[in-house]
């Protein structure tokens, strides 16, 4: 079972209505926002439970939860055939974020987010060696996690051989070899891969794209956080996408 703290939060699973076990508010806690989740849970006929303070903080294991916590059965991963079933954009071309052995949660949650606001289709990351979307995830990505198709998958090398076969090009960020990031015309569907905070891509995984990206920098320092760079590289794509 996910803890999910926190108004903004809470307020974002209610948007998405699913898998949500019951919401818990603490006692005494009141104001709009509070009134307003009350009313989604009541129009949704969602169980609502309100406890001492002392629990609700328990519950949430941190005394940050703003005194409302909502708990979820099992964050739904999607397939990747589901993935691939969701309808194409007007000119038939998809944009797929693979995400090689992300570590830290914050990271993973701010690539959701960035993906979620510039119409990334879906986002593929690997079971093992990587974070999995838990509810610090989820907070980080601002309740984009619960709005944005998630897939989970053994391989992602097999993977990307799917996509390819479905007519998806394959880039791999990469800040040494790859060409620059504005060199592309970025036609058809795109699968951009992203690689873990100290590593990169994966060998194994790097062999599999068709193109090696990168972005050109004029400081000192010779690499940016993988969400920030990530998030240069989702909305140049989606700009020339736009353009084509």
């Excluded at 006929?45 to 328990?58: A, N, Q, T, W």
């Amino acid at each position: 079972m996910l803890t999910i703290y926190g108004v903004h939060p809470v307020m974002e699973v209610l948007e998405s209505g699913e898998n949500i076990e019951k919401i818990v508010i603490a006692r005494g806690r009141r104001g709009k926002d509070i009134q307003t989740i009350v009313r989604i849970a009541s129009q949704k006929g969602i169980p609502l439970f309100f406890e001492d303070r002392e629990y609700v903080d328990g519950l949430a294991q941190s005394k940050s939860n703003q005194g409302v916590i909502c708990l979820l059965r099992k964050f739904q991963y999607t397939e990747i055939e589901d993935m691939l079933s969701i309808p194409d954009e007007p000119n038939g071309e998809r944009l797929i974020l693979i995400l090689d052995c992300i570590e830290d949660p914050q990271n993973l949650g701010s690539l959701i987010r960035t993906a979620h606001c510039f119409g990334v289709q879906g986002i593929i990351i690997p079971e093992d060696r990587t974070a999995s979307v838990t509810p610090a995830v989820i907070k980080a990505s601002a309740g984009a996690a619960l709005h944005t198709s998630i897939a989970r998958v053994v391989n992602i090398s097999k993977v990307i051989d799917s996509l390819q076969k479905e007519g998806f090009w394959i880039y791999g960020a990469d800040a040494s070899e790859g060409r620059a990031v504005d060199s592309f015309d970025y036609e058809g569907s795109v699968g951009l891969v992203m690689g873990s905070e100290k590593k990169g891509i994966r060998p194994l995984v790097k062999k599999k794209c068709d193109f090696l990206v990168s972005i050109p920098m004029a400081g000192r320092l010779d690499s940016l956080n993988v969400s920030v760079a990530a998030g240069i590289m989702i909305h140049e794509i989606a700009n020339r996408k736009r353009k084509t």
